[in-house]
């Protein structure tokens, strides 16, 4: 018999052959939000301090100055950015060198890197985390968790008001990164983008 | 009210004062008090160490007394919790669903779950010029939801200075059989629970079960600590003119 | 596996207790625990978390043989492969094989608690190849490692969670220095208990809320990884999941004790444990610690040895871990019911040991009011005889540790029947 068979035999024989068809999930946690809009990205932006991140606020307009001045303020010089990362969100940089993730960049360019700048997927208010999953201006998880330091652009319209609301929207087939605090991703500083 | 009192075998043999004690209370309430003969053990020590099947004799014994009570009532909660808890278990366990009926059927009552909640009264009547702290009896307060019916019932004593415990909630390490089969890490628990008694500069250290009160003051006499364990019913007995008992 | 049989947890924890800087770290620890999630607000809906984690877990673990099928379907449809393995021996020959095969002489490992199970770093070793733990994250993924190896191309990690629906596999890292489970390897062999499996990926909205909070006090983990097979250009090119049962379903057998499966590897349980914060982790045993290792270990492994069968009994009952625990696992009655496991297992034995007939004979005496009120009175004569100003300060037998380091009054002359029968008349 396979390891596999044996197994499923086992499981089998535990559960018996008179199986009760297990009891409903209660899902009566707060799974959506109704709180206002404005209210929900006033709390991520409260829960991304309180973990340390430093967080701000801009207008579209402004995401391109916003992106030069933080990476400025770091002193950051070389960042890697993902292939489709927005151009618009790099026209203002001024002595810093962007590499494009495109092809691939080895681990020693990788290493030699001091900063990327990404998107998101999806933020989550109540826990102030980013959710990033591989897809547009995301990158992949080797060249977001290289460097020392993360910029990560959020979205207004991005962000949930629960963790469900997060789950629901997030595509599991995607390769997914949760990052919480300054321990999740070295050097975590978020811009929100007011739309 | 008829009371159908069950006063647990350790009680009965090591701590009399507490049965009389929970009586006379009970009385001055103007309750009439019953103690049922036959009355032994509730199998509580049998059941927590494993003992299914002569817990399940006991059960049975126990039963038998006390069906037909309107109320019996327990002033040891590890009983109380034991009797109304256990006993279906106990009941499931042996696979004897009259047990467990009979079980279930018993209207049982921790002492001070029954003062506050079946008579509701919060104010016996007694008076404790002492300083006084307390400890919760973990297992039974979890499986009886006792909450802060004990401590209701000392805010109500006159002369009573009630003094918070730091880290009440944590366990003495009594634990019935744990007590002995794991003495050292036991003691490990119960010196850290006198230091935190003696941090109250209390007098009295109170609980609403003799088995924790054993064990923390065999552990306080031993250091001569200088703070003596009491029931809780002991002190809503003490009426003026009447002193600490012996 | 040879030497001494395990020591009972008392003996054990004898050793532990003296260890004054392992107690010091240990309350500090709890200290940490408490403060965390203190800072933290419960959020208003915690209790139904915990009820909907319950029954989630609970789903998991009824239709076992069905979300594990679905699992592998879905995993080795989005290009990853599936591994069995009925016990330890073969897991190990599993990760070693993979290894092999993907041409390794060098393995990263995590600290995880099934790769510490198994005890793959000794299992790997014996087969020629090196093992490390993670790079630290953002450390030079091209340069030299410390131990003098380069990046390794096959990293094995523990699985926190697998989505039956989906294939997903779920890594929570909540480590002060997180890992990106496998991120840089080009092998993921990815090792995972079989109750692991939820059945689908919604079921995350409550686990991952519940697993935080009880992992280490904080509203998320640092880092959360959800890996659903090979992503093209992204992290590993080969992905293999290795289920392991090694005694689970024995465990999954017992309708009480099953509820022990619906651990989320939290450790909430060992931050509030009275006895676990007085002996640490090692009287337990190498793998399962805490009121949980109490409760899973003489399942896993039966209650025959002296060792297993000390587990159940290295608790008060207090209950604070029930209390605590996410996915309301009854820790305390659990207990309860193996010590009965225990006792069972020994009433059949040629020579009963003493303290069955101990606990027959109390049973045997309390179970009639007339032989208990003889004994009483005899007990009553005989402890007033060996006290001493009021004082029991020494007793025999079994009851000597009662007296090592506690006293017991004297019984009084008048037992409470006693009275009660007097002053009726």
């Not at chain 2, 006198?194 to 003799?210: K, L, M, Q, S, Y």
């Not at chain 3, 003489?298 to 604070?320: D, F, I, K, N």
Request: contains cysteine; glycine residues 10%; charged residues 25%.
């Amino acid at each position: 018999m396979s390891a596999r068979d044996e197994v499923l035999r086992r499981v089998r024989s535990a559960l018996g052959d008179e199986r009760k068809p297990p009891p409903p999930v209660p899902r009566g946690y707060a799974r959506r939000s109704a709180e206002p809009r404005a209210d929900v990205v006033a709390l991520f932006t409260e829960r991304v301090a309180e973990g340390g991140a430093a967080v701000r606020h801009v207008g579209a307009d402004e995401l391109a100055t916003a992106v030069a001045a933080a990476l400025w303020g770091r002193e950051v010089k070389r960042i890697a950015v993902p292939a489709d990362v927005p151009y618009g969100w790099l026209a203002e940089l001024d002595g810093v060198r962007a590499l494009a993730d495109s092809p691939p960049l080895d681990a020693a360019a990788l290493a030699a890197v001091d900063g990327v700048v990404t998107g998101c997927a999806a933020a989550i208010a109540p826990t102030g985390t980013v959710v990033l999953d591989g897809g547009r201006a995301q990158g992949r998880r080797a060249l977001v968790l290289a460097a020392a330091r993360h910029l990560c652009v959020v979205h207004a319209d991005q962000i949930t008001a629960t963790v469900p609301e997060a789950v629901a929207r997030l595509d599991p087939v995607r390769p997914l990164t949760w990052i919480t605090g300054p321990r999740g991703a070295r050097g975590l500083e978020v811009l929100v983008v007011e739309d | 009210m008829r009371v159908a009192l069950f006063v647990s075998c350790f009680d009965d043999a090591m701590f009399p004062g507490t049965g009389r004690a929970a009586a006379a209370v009970l009385e001055r309430l103007g309750h009439e008090v019953v103690y049922p003969p036959g009355q032994t053990c509730c199998g509580q020590m049998h059941w927590t160490t494993g003992y299914r099947q002569e817990a399940a004799r006991l059960a049975r014994a126990f039963t038998e007394v006390f069906t037909g009570a309107d109320a019996v009532v327990a002033p040891s909660a590890s009983c109380a919790a034991a009797v109304r808890a256990d006993h279906p278990r106990i009941a499931r366990a042996a696979g004897d669903p009259g047990l467990a009926r009979a079980a279930e059927g018993l209207a049982v009552h921790e002492f001070t779950e029954f003062l506050v909640d079946v008579l509701g009264v919060a104010d016996v009547g007694a008076v404790f010029p002492h300083r006084v702290t307390y400890q919760p009896v973990c297992r039974a307060d979890r499986l009886l939801a006792t909450g802060d019916r004990p401590l209701r019932l000392l805010r109500a004593v006159r002369g009573l200075d009630l003094v918070e415990m730091p880290g009440a909630g944590e366990c003495c390490g009594f634990g019935g059989a744990f007590a002995m089969k794991n003495a050292d890490v036991s003691v490990a628990m119960v010196a850290d629970k006198v230091g935190h008694i003696r941090d109250t500069g209390a007098e009295f250290v109170c609980a609403a079960d003799n088995g924790c009160l054993a064990h923390i003051g065999g552990a306080l006499s031993r250091l001569r600590g200088g703070v003596r364990v009491l029931h809780l019913a002991e002190i809503l007995a003490a009426t003026r003119g009447q002193g600490v008992p012996a | 596996m040879t030497g001494a049989p395990a020591p009972k947890f008392a003996a054990a924890a004898r050793v532990a207790l003296a260890d004054t800087r392992a107690r010091r770290e240990l309350r500090a620890a709890a200290a940490v625990f408490g403060r965390r999630r203190a800072a933290v607000p419960e959020p208003p809906d915690w209790e139904a978390l915990r009820a909907a984690g319950h029954a989630i877990r609970d789903a998991a673990l009824l239709g076992l043989d069905a979300h594990l099928e679905r699992l592998e379907r879905a995993v080795t449809q989005a290009g990853g492969t599936v591994h069995w393995a009925a016990d330890a021996a073969q897991a190990r020959r599993v990760v070693t094989a993979l290894s092999r095969a993907a041409g390794a002489d060098r393995v990263v490992l995590d600290d995880s608690l099934p790769v510490r199970e198994l005890a793959l770093d000794a299992a790997l070793s014996r087969a020629g190849i090196t093992t490390a733990g993670p790079p630290a994250r953002g450390a030079d993924p091209g340069g030299e490692a410390e131990d003098g190896g380069g990046a390794a191309r096959v990293a094995v990690a523990g699985v926190d969670f697998m989505v039956a629906e989906t294939g997903t596999l779920v890594f929570v890292e909540a480590g002060d220095e997180p890992r990106a489970s496998g991120g840089e390897a080009e092998t993921l062999v990815a090792v995972a208990g079989i109750e692991t499996v939820v059945p689908e990926w919604r079921d995350m909205e409550v686990l991952l809320q519940l697993l935080p909070r009880s992992l280490t006090g904080e509203r998320m983990t640092a880092l959360v990884t959800c890996l659903t097979g090979v992503v093209p250009g992204d992290g590993p090119r080969e992905v293999h999941l290795v289920l392991v049962d090694n005694g689970r379903t024995r465990v999954l057998e017992d309708e009480i004790g099953r509820d022990a499966l619906r651990c989320i590897r939290c450790r909430a349980c060992h931050h509030v444990c009275p006895v676990y914060e007085r002996t640490g982790g090692a009287p337990y045993g190498p793998v399962h610690t805490g009121p949980i290792g109490a409760i899973l270990t003489p399942q896993l492994r039966g209650v025959e040895s002296a060792a297993a069968a000390s587990l159940p009994y290295a608790s008060t009952l207090c209950g604070a871990c029930a209390d605590v625990c996410p996915v309301r696992i009854d820790i305390p009655e659990v207990l309860v019911h193996l010590r009965g496991e225990v006792v069972e297992s020994r009433r059949a034995r040629p020579v009963p040991p003493p303290e069955l007939v101990l606990m027959r004979g109390l049973a045997w005496t309390m179970g009639e009011p007339r032989r208990y009120e003889a004994a009483l009175r005899r007990g009553t004569r005989w402890a007033r005889l060996a006290a001493r100003g009021g004082r029991i300060r020494r007793l025999p037998g079994l009851l000597g540790a009662w007296t090592d380091a506690r006293d017991l009054p004297a019984p009084p002359a008048e037992p409470f029947r006693a009275w009660w029968a007097r002053r009726r008349r």
